[in-house]
């Protein structure tokens, strides 16, 4: 029974590149919310998802940030053009329906 | 929109020494609050939760929390405590009815020996 994965567990990009950061949720959930934790800091929201459709993104950056739950396969958030101020612990969580949200391990991204 | 008062960054106890981390939160709504434990490199692990019903809680592993609605506080507390609850801890409140959360700033738990 395999829980939340997140992939890669580090990723390490240089200014301008593209950080994609991939979520599988715990079999039989279908909602996704994604995390971002600064040092020093609790987790930020930025997003949630259900299957195809965005729910909620009132904590995303208008710029440069997007995300995508597709029929099959995992959630994915993108990171375009990053810059050193990406550099943080993103975490996903899954849920099914009006539960409790399970964390993933988290991607840590460091831009150079 | 709620927001959430974590007052110690940092609580350093001895190994069974009883340990109170504090929370705070402000809403304007009835709420639901959580607790959330990290473990150095790893996501948050639910540690308890106020939905609704008795004001105290309790984990699995002898950890408890009471909702203190005059109070606006759901402060941890645990009467002894091991080397292994050593971990960063996070407060959490979201409006009843969401189950997405705005956490505090965590409180780091250093268990000595």
């Known amino acids: 029974n395999a829980g939340v994965m997140q992939n890669p567990r580090h990723l390490v990009r240089r200014r301008g590149q593209e950080a994609r950061l991939r979520c599988s949720p715990m079999?039989?959930?279908?909602?996704v919310y994604w995390y971002r934790q600064l040092p020093e800091e609790g987790l930020k929201f930025m997003v949630y998802?259900?299957?195809?459709?965005?729910?909620?993104e009132s904590g995303m950056p208008k710029e440069r940030f997007s995300a995508e739950f597709p029929k099959e396969g995992p959630s994915i958030l993108r990171i375009q053009q990053v810059v050193r101020g990406d550099s943080a612990a993103y975490f996903c969580?899954?849920?099914?329906?009006?539960?409790?949200?399970?964390f993933g391990p988290g991607t840590r991204l460091t831009v150079l | 929109a709620q927001s959430v008062t974590q007052l110690d960054s940092q609580v350093p106890v001895f190994e069974e020494a009883p340990v109170e981390l504090r929370c705070n939160y402000s809403?304007?709504?009835?709420?639901?609050l959580f607790w959330y434990v990290q473990y150095p490199n790893q996501g948050l692990q639910l540690l308890l939760k106020?939905?609704?019903?008795?004001?105290l809680v309790e984990s699995i592993n002898g950890f408890e929390a009471e909702f203190n609605k005059s109070q606006t506080s759901f402060h941890l507390r645990k009467p002894s405590v091991h080397i292994s609850d050593t971990a960063e801890y996070f407060c959490?409140?979201?409006?009843?009815?969401?189950?997405?959360?705005?956490f505090g700033r965590g409180t780091s738990l250093i268990v000595h020996p």
């Open positions: 969580a899954t849920s099914g329906v009006g539960n409790e949200q399970f």
């Open positions: 079999k039989g959930h279908s909602h």
């Open positions: 998802l259900q299957k195809e459709n965005i729910i909620d």
């Open positions: 809403s304007s709504v009835s709420v639901y």
């Open positions: 106020y939905l609704s019903g008795s004001t």
């Open positions: 959490a409140v979201s409006p009843g009815g969401s189950y997405i959360p705005t």
